[in-house]
């Protein structure tokens, strides 16, 4: 099965996301990127939305988003 991969831009709309969030929490490597296609950074969905649903989780329980980021590396 092929993972579905969407853009920076999807994120926003289908997660109802902000853009400069998606753009911070890939900086900090909150968010992996998948590939790159010119000058699109692609994701693959499910991973996104795993993600996206842990960080909220994480930051309800007064999580920063620095522990937050080391939780989700395995550190």
């Known amino acids: 099965m092929e993972k579905k991969v969407i853009s920076a831009q999807e994120i926003v709309s289908k997660f109802n996301t902000p853009y400069y969030t998606v753009n911070y929490y890939t900086a900090i490597g909150l968010l992996p990127v998948s590939a790159k ?39």
């Open 37 to 75: 296609v010119g000058n699109k950074r692609m994701y693959e969905e499910d991973v996104v939305k795993e993600r996206l649903q842990k960080i909220s989780e994480l930051a309800r329980e007064g999580y920063p988003l620095n522990l937050i980021q080391k939780k989700l590396s395995g550190a």
